[in-house]
């Protein structure tokens, strides 16, 4: 699919992965819409790049607020070509932890109901979206990224929820791109490793050192560009469909 005859929606578009993908889109001449729950950070991505991006107030875990946002999408470019879900959350909670306290409950359904239903939610109604498209080489008509981790491979102590729903993200990929065949639109995953995003350079040496030490090369905390860059081949290579594809620098997360 050429980058530069698509228009895109990309889920938590407003900071770090999602707004590197939307950038490197907009700068191959794709139009894009942001779609996040943070209007004011939105808002200034899409002001910084021009009247080819727009965005929209959404909440991924809501219906009725990712029927609005496609929709407007429609209204303001005609088709969604692609998707690409960035939006998700963390979590740092043992099963059971200190005086035998167990999990609580609520933090592991939130996790689960943004980083797991909420990339379905969304991918399921721009798919509908994409059935409607002309289709182009091969009869392609869209194409759909979606946003797991090395979590899903190697979860850490603590990373019961967040492992759990990016385990989910790959477990659906293939099952996903099985049922879009037959309207044209792939599916595929990006599983990153610790990336420079705004949250990771927050956080103090203690935190970032030991996750560079597990990277084996380059020694370092992946680029958000370099993301983005995947994301533009998966869009670009027809015959990628059904993967999943970590983007660690060769990590392997140890237990702690």
């Keep these: 699919m050429d980058i530069r005859n698509v228009v895109a929606v990309v889920t938590g ?55 609005n946002a496609i929709d407007a999408t429609l209204a303001a470019f005609s088709a969604i070509h692609v998707c690409v879900n960035c939006a998700g959350v963390g979590s740092a909670m043992k099963t059971v932890g200190r005086d035998a306290v167990p999990h609580d409950l609520g933090v592991f359904e939130t996790v689960v109901k943004i980083n797991l239903i909420g990339t379905f939610n969304v991918l399921r109604l721009a798919a509908a979206a994409m059935a409607a498209n002309e289709p182009g080489v091969d009869g392609e008509r869209g194409v759909i990224v979606n946003t797991a981790s090395v979590a899903a491979f190697d979860g850490q102590v603590g990373q019961v929820a967040y492992a759990a729903t990016k385990g989910g993200v790959v477990g659906m990929t293939l099952p996903i791109a099985r049922d879009l065949a037959n309207i044209g639109v792939r599916c595929n995953t990006i599983a990153p490793g610790i990336f420079n995003t705004p949250l990771m350079n927050a956080a103090p040496d203690k935190v970032k050192q030991p996750l560079i030490e597990m990277t084996q090369f380059p020694k370092r ?34 237990p702690r």
């Design 13 to 67: 578009g407003a900071s770090g992965l999602g707004r590197s993908t939307v950038e490197m889109l907009a700068e191959r001449g794709a139009r894009v819409m942001i779609l996040d729950r943070d209007v004011a950070r939105a808002a200034e991505v899409a002001d910084a790049l021009g009247d080819q991006v727009a965005w929209v107030e959404t909440d991924v875990t809501s219906e009725e607020s990712v029927r």
């Design 221 to 254: 905390l992946g680029y958000p560009p370099e993301y983005a860059a995947l994301v533009c081949h998966m869009i670009e290579n027809n015959f990628l469909n059904g993967e999943t594809i970590r983007l660690d620098g060769a990590i392997r997360m140890q």
